[in-house]
């Protein structure tokens, strides 16, 4: 049973481009959140998403960024025209279920370099 | 809006000694977490509390929870160099979201 796959690992961009952050929850799990962390810091909440729907995007910044979680594929955080500091490390975690005893598990991350 | 606190911040200790770090936060919540990072590494679960007076071990490590207070302890017991990481609790705010604490940056010397 493959963890919460994110990918790219690793990603660098040019400011003013956009960069495009995939992840796949574990199998069987249906909730999705994305967390960002600075260096030296803890996790930031961005967005908490359910298949097809947006449930709180209390954390994410008001331009600039959006994501989504299609009934197939990957659960996308887009991030456009990307500035310095955007520069970070993303998260992002899966549950089965919400209201229960549940725990996210975390993926790998990406790490986004913006030059 | 709640707020999560660790303390201390950082810690540096010797191989074989004990601690206990602390974990504030500072709204009602139903469930606390304790998470393991090494540098450039995503986050280990290490606990889920999830009741007043809960207390869970795993190894060289325990974890308590005391709702009343608000208050979440990790006790290091006989501390190894594995140790070292960065650990930070969670407490779970409204709609699922985890909020963290900025966590712990232990070093265990030899």
């Known amino acids: 049973n493959a963890g919460v796959m994110q990918n790219p690992r690793h990603l660098v961009r040019r400011r003013g481009q956009e960069a495009r952050l995939r992840c796949s929850p574990m199998?069987?799990?249906?909730?999705v959140y994305w967390y960002r962390q600075l260096p030296e810091e803890g996790l930031k909440f961005m967005v908490y998403l359910q298949k097809e729907n947006i449930i709180d995007e209390s954390g994410m910044p008001k331009e600039r960024f959006s994501a989504e979680f299609p009934k197939e594929g990957p659960s996308i955080l887009r991030i456009q025209q990307v500035v310095r500091g955007d520069s970070a490390a993303y998260f992002c975690?899966?549950?089965?279920?919400?209201?229960?005893?549940?725990?996210?598990?975390f993926g790998q991350g990406t790490r986004l370099t913006v030059v | 809006e709640l707020k999560v606190e660790q303390n201390p911040l950082f810690l540096s200790m010797q191989e074989g000694k004990n601690y206990t770090i602390y974990c504030n936060y500072s709204t009602t919540s139903d469930r606390l977490y304790w998470y393991r990072q090494d540098p450039g590494k995503s986050l280990e679960s290490l606990f889920v509390l999830l009741s007043n007076g809960a207390v869970k071990q795993e190894g060289r490590l325990m974890a308590s929870l005391d709702t009343k207070a608000r208050l979440s302890t990790l006790h290091i017991t006989a501390a190894v160099h594995d140790l070292s990481a960065t650990y930070f609790c969670a407490s779970r705010g409204g709609s699922e979201k985890l909020v963290f604490g900025k966590g712990m940056k232990l070093t265990v010397n030899p």
């Open positions: 975690a899966s549950s089965r279920e919400a209201g229960t005893v549940t725990e996210a598990f």
């Open positions: 199998k069987g799990h249906s909730h």
